[in-house]
């Protein structure tokens, strides 16, 4: 499905009384979706440990 045709799903799963700003959030998360799915598939993510250590690591710096 392209760009396009995703987009008119969502619009036309939103119930009649959708407001722009609910056509615009609901296009908006699944823009996000698609890129964070993206960037799991070519491997531009970091382990949740590595987050955690790093977090570690500043709030140590910190204090």
């Not at 987009?7 to 959030?25: F, K, T, V």
């Amino acid at each position: 499905m392209n760009a396009k045709e995703s987009a008119q799903h969502i619009i036309n799963q939103l119930p009649e009384q959708a407001s722009w700003n609910d056509i615009m959030y609901e296009l908006y998360v699944k823009q996000k979706i698609e890129a964070g799915l993206k960037a799991v598939e070519e491997g531009r993510t970091v382990p949740h440990d590595q987050v955690k250590a790093r977090i570690m690591a500043r709030h140590q710096k910190h204090t």
